[in-house]
């Protein structure tokens, strides 16, 4: 069989006749859904999105647990530096790898009760859990009323008395201003 010119035109470049009619295989898992997209689409971008999500959560948690946390101002006694209600972030890896300093500011559990009961905030269920949840992971800081927040003035080895004929901190003979 020869190939004439007009055939020739309508054909591949090896001489071969292009079908007329070219069949759609479909595609496994790209069914269509109402709107166009296809299901394998959805599917993706929301395992996608649940795996982002799962990874910054796991994140935000390893990084609460072991390097920083947010903490609230619990009391007026850091006034003019810092007032009740304010957040902070707090450094978790000192004291044990970076070394404490006179004139730091640190976090540590109330060891007496000398802060006054919280009153306990009233939330519906859901939005307790959404809060609970939310200051596990470290993206709220903890509300619990349990953490002080004051200045080092004295380190190991120093003497601190409180108070001298004036009403002063003294530290190693020092007065506090």
Known sequence: MSVTEP???RGMPDGSEVPAERSEVPVEGSESVEGGAPRGTLLMLVRESTIVIALALLLSLVVKTWLMQAFYIPSESMENTLLKGDRVIVNKLVPSHVGLNRGDVIV??????????????????????????LTFVGLLPTDEGNHLIK???GLPGDHVICCDSNGKIT???LRLI
């Not at 060891?111 to 959404?130: E, K, Y």
């Open 171 to 173: 530290v190693n003979g």
């Open 151 to 153: 200045r080092v003035i």
């Open 108 to 133: 540590f559990v109330d060891p007496d009760h000398w802060l006054p009961a919280q009153v306990p905030v009233q939330r519906t269920p859901i939005a307790a859990g959404v809060r609970s949840a």
């Open 7 to 9: 055939d020739r035109d």
